[in-house]
């Protein structure tokens, strides 16, 4: 399998501590099987380093680039993996766990599943402040999916320690333009 990882950092080597705390799965490495997807993030990204920089009035080059790594599955056999097959009740639990907690919050090294966008973070956020209902209701719940649209979600996956990163195989990595 091959998968992708946009960024704004050059590095040789994945050190999952490096990674932010608040995201979808927690504090970790991701990559996803959608090129544009890894691509667009790291454009982004960028974008938003550029205008940090703007306000602070900073002028430097920030690249985005985009890696390539393959994953061979079989390996993952050997690890303990969470799969979300779709984004229902249990995955919107998962990520809002994950987002609003700085540490870790399950012992999983590989988590697969939607990627929660930009539309799903200001969603997340509403449902957060109750604004959907009570937390965790299946009417809140429920409300949630609709809104973000699932389906349109692209997958990604989580290497939420160092033994599970290892097993990615770097294969190349490119400046984006």
């Known amino acids: 399998m091959i998968l992708y990882h946009g960024t704004t950092h050059d590095f040789t080597t994945i ?8 995201k ?3 504090k970790g490495f991701y990559a996803t099987e959608v090129y544009e997807h890894a691509r667009n993030l790291a454009l982004r990204n960028r974008d ?6 703007a306000r602070r009035s900073i002028s430097r080059k920030v690249i985005p680039w985009l890696y390539t790594f393959e994953l061979d599955e079989i390996k993952l056999n050997n690890l303990n993996v969470k799969r979300f097959d779709d984004a229902n ?12 907690n700085e540490t ?8 697969i599943g939607a990627t929660a966008n930009d539309v799903t973070s200001r969603t997340a956020q509403l449902y957060m402040a109750g604004e959907f ?18 389906e349109h979600l692209p997958c990604q996956f989580f290497f939420g320690t ?3 990163a290892n097993l990615l195989v770097f294969k190349e990595r490119s400046v984006l333009q």
């Open 15 to 22: 050190d999952v501590t490096r990674g932010k705390p608040f």
């Open 24 to 26: 979808d799965f927690g």
């Open 48 to 53: 938003i380093e550029l205008r940090r920089l």
């Open 89 to 100: 009740k249990e995955w919107v639990q998962f990520i809002v766990l994950n987002r609003t």
């Open 104 to 111: 870790p919050q399950h012992d999983y090294d590989v988590v």
């Open 133 to 150: 209902g009570e937390i965790d209701s299946d009417e809140a719940i429920n409300f949630f999916l609709r809104r973000i649209h699932p």
């Open 162 to 164: 160092q033994r599970a």
